[in-house]
């Protein structure tokens, strides 16, 4: 039993908390066991004492442990084309809760605390996809507490009612609006959620961390998706030809050979295999207040022709042209509930050893 310590021991030895000792077991750092009549898993101690040398016996030492380092997040998860947040399935959030209500959960905080202040003129004069962005970084530069990452969730909730007032055409009281807002709040490790816990890795601050996820985030094949579905509904809306409306809006040959709906903005998934949740969710809430909505016809007629599932994007297309919202609403929505998923996962990433990020030299130049 001399070999064998336990979880409380193993986690103090490493200086990690309980869940970042099961992780590396989950990959393979370490191995537990568990015997009859103890209430812990029990670890070896020699692995334990390996480890712990390997993180605090210098530089080279130290990559050579951070070589095993993976991201993990409890913050959501995907289970057979289902969302979870926290444990939760998404439309069981969305039922549940508001947006206010559903990031409180998810960052797993009641009170806010205080945004830097900063003049924020120049986001509320830029282009309605760029407010949240420039205002985030605006309030980094003017941030006497930049480099704090304490408190990271109660920030980010006082966050929230600054960004909201940057963008009032969005309608984000609007109930259908909320819940997409909701369902945008993560999708899994995604490219901004990924940026941002880079970021975070580095030990960039809470703001810097995000303004690092929204520039992911800005990308044609992520945030800036939604703006090609509600030009491609636009276009079927407005009485053209499906085919050329499609053909209008697909995206280059080569990334529509990289995405899983072909290149037609608003189909297909990279993740979903079959319907997003996320688009359900929000469509079955246009459907139980408009039915005869002029954009659920088009949609229709678009996925007969299509023949793929409907991803969040289309979904959330739905809504802006029913509620008369600006193209790009449905950016800055993705901008908006990301930042929950973002910040949590960026709160997360602090809880865990620095991650150097390397890519492999294959050959070369060195």
Same mark, same amino acid.
Request: glycine share 10%; net charge neutral; hydrophobic share 45%.
């Given at each position: 039993?001399?070999?064998?310590?336990?979880?409380?021991?193993?986690?103090?030895?490493?200086?990690?908390?309980?869940?970042?000792?099961? =992780?590396?077991?989950?990959?393979?750092?370490?191995?537990?066991?568990?015997?009859?009549?103890?209430?812990? =898993?029990?670890?070896?101690?020699?692995?334990?004492?390996?480890?712990? /040398? /390997?993180?605090?016996?210098?530089?080279?030492?130290?990559?050579?442990?951070?070589?095993?380092?993976?991201?993990?997040?409890?913050? =959501?998860?995907?289970?057979?084309?289902?969302?979870?947040?926290?444990?939760?399935?998404?439309?069981?959030?969305?039922?549940?809760?508001?947006?206010?209500?559903?990031?409180?959960?998810?960052?797993?905080?009641?009170?806010?605390?205080?945004?830097?202040?900063?003049?924020?003129?120049?986001?509320?004069?830029?282009?309605?996809?760029?407010?949240?962005?420039?205002?985030?970084?605006?309030?980094?530069?003017?941030?006497?507490?930049?480099?704090?990452?304490?408190?990271?969730?109660?920030?980010?909730?006082?966050?929230?009612?600054?960004?909201?007032?940057?963008?009032?055409?969005?309608?984000? &009281?609007?109930?259908?609006?909320? !819940?997409?807002?909701?369902?945008?709040?993560?999708?899994?490790? /995604? !490219?901004?959620? %990924?940026?941002?816990?880079?970021?975070?890795?580095?030990?960039?601050?809470?703001?810097?961390?995000?303004?690092?996820?929204?520039?992911?985030? =800005?990308?044609?094949?992520?945030?800036?998706?939604?703006?090609?579905?509600?030009?491609?509904?636009?276009?079927?809306?407005?009485?053209?030809?499906i085919d050329r409306a499609i053909s209008g809006t697909v995206l280059d040959r080569a990334i529509s050979d990289a995405v899983a709906g072909g290149g037609v903005p608003g189909f297909g998934h990279v993740i979903y295999t079959g319907d997003d949740p996320r688009a359900a969710v929000v469509l079955d809430r246009v459907r139980a207040d408009e039915p005869d909505a002029p954009?659920?016809?088009?949609?229709?007629?678009?996925?007969?022709?299509?023949?793929?599932?409907?991803?969040? &994007?289309?979904?959330?297309?739905?809504?802006?042209?029913?509620?008369?919202?600006?193209?790009?609403? %449905?950016?800055?929505?993705?901008?908006?509930?990301?930042?929950?998923?973002?910040?949590?996962?960026?709160?997360?990433?602090? &809880?865990?050893?620095?991650?150097?990020?390397?890519?492999?030299?294959?050959?070369? &130049?060195?």
């Amino acid at each position: 039993m001399d070999r064998w310590i336990t979880t409380s021991e193993a986690a103090a030895r490493l200086g990690v908390k309980r869940g970042t000792l099961y =992780s590396y077991v989950s990959r393979g750092v370490l191995h537990s066991r568990r015997m009859p009549g103890q209430a812990e =898993s029990l670890f070896d101690r020699t692995q334990v004492e390996s480890l712990a /040398a /390997a993180k605090h016996d210098g530089r080279r030492e130290a990559q050579r442990l951070l070589r095993f380092r993976a991201v993990t997040t409890r913050v =959501s998860a995907l289970h057979e084309d289902s969302l979870y947040l926290r444990g939760r399935p998404v439309a069981a959030v969305c039922a549940e809760m508001d947006f206010a209500g559903a990031a409180r959960f998810v960052l797993r905080a009641d009170t806010a605390a205080s945004p830097p202040r900063a003049d924020l003129a120049p986001a509320r004069a830029a282009a309605l996809e760029r407010r949240i962005p420039l205002a985030v970084a605006l309030m980094a530069a003017q941030d006497p507490l930049r480099g704090d990452r304490t408190a990271v969730a109660e920030r980010a909730l006082g966050l929230l009612p600054v960004l909201a007032g940057l963008v009032p055409e969005v309608r984000l &009281d609007h109930p259908w609006v909320d !819940a997409l807002a909701t369902c945008l709040i993560d999708n899994g490790l /995604a !490219a901004s959620t %990924t940026a941002a816990r880079v970021a975070a890795s580095a030990r960039a601050g809470p703001l810097d961390a995000l303004v690092a996820g929204y520039a992911a985030m =800005s990308g044609v094949l992520h945030g800036g998706a939604p703006a090609a579905a509600y030009e491609l509904l636009g276009r079927v809306l407005g009485g053209g030809d499906i085919d050329r409306a499609i053909s209008g809006t697909v995206l280059d040959r080569a990334i529509s050979d990289a995405v899983a709906g072909g290149g037609v903005p608003g189909f297909g998934h990279v993740i979903y295999t079959g319907d997003d949740p996320r688009a359900a969710v929000v469509l079955d809430r246009v459907r139980a207040d408009e039915p005869d909505a002029p954009a659920l016809r088009a949609m229709r007629l678009l996925v007969e022709r299509v023949g793929r599932p409907v991803n969040i &994007d289309l979904a959330g297309a739905v809504v802006a042209h029913v509620l008369g919202l600006p193209a790009r609403a %449905t950016e800055v929505l993705f901008q908006y509930g990301r930042t929950v998923g973002m910040a949590a996962h960026v709160a997360e990433e602090y &809880d865990e050893a620095p991650l150097r990020w390397r890519a492999t030299n294959t050959g070369g &130049d060195r």
